[in-house]
């Protein structure tokens, strides 16, 4: 685990802690690592949650079905990210959505009930641990909420800008390579494939939008 650790420094959970807190953290948390294959189920919908998982290597994709099937990529994690956190303190007896690896992945699972419980070596960092929890969590429920907002968007057109402008403020980057291909990206926008083929024609013959494969960039003026 110890060519995680740099990594992990960067994990919302593992947050403030060195090389040797980390360590001596995941024993005391009897934390440990699976690998999936791509398109392998990580967490399947009307399962239980115990536990949070760090992506460590890959990405993984959390996807929802609505009544006809039809697939919803609901939120799509890398390297570092955490996820389940949502679940695990909500004791769901089954939960809504499904997690995929999206590729190749490695993923950290943790006990979330030794996440939130002093151990009886009372280590220092547990009480940061907890804190740090707390925080992705809340910060979770903010994202959430920014999801919301963009599938509320009236039109492929504005789900498309509203999703490109926030991820060129999330990225400080004015070209942003999308973790998505093109069936991906209108399963996360909840829209039609073709429909949307023709938007991003259409926005890209008008100057609004230029792109190749899953690279983009918009030319928005002020």
Known sequence: ???YTPLLQKSALFEGMDDKDIGSMLKCLNAHTKDFVEGGMILGEGQKVSWVGVVLEGRVQVVREDV???RIIMAEWGPSDLFAE???PAELEDIPVSVFSSGKSRIL???FKKIMTQCSA???FHSLLISN???AVAKKNIVLS???ELLGKRTIREKLLSYFWAKQKETKKSRISLPFNRGELADFLCVDRSAMSRVLGQMRDEGILSFKKNVFELHLKD
């Open 1 to 3: 685990m110890e060519k």
């Open 68 to 70: 006809h099937g039809n």
């Open 86 to 88: 949502a679940f695990a």
């Open 109 to 111: 699972f943790v006990d």
């Open 122 to 124: 009372h280590c220092e």
């Open 133 to 135: 929890m707390m925080k």
């Open 146 to 148: 920014q999801r919301i």
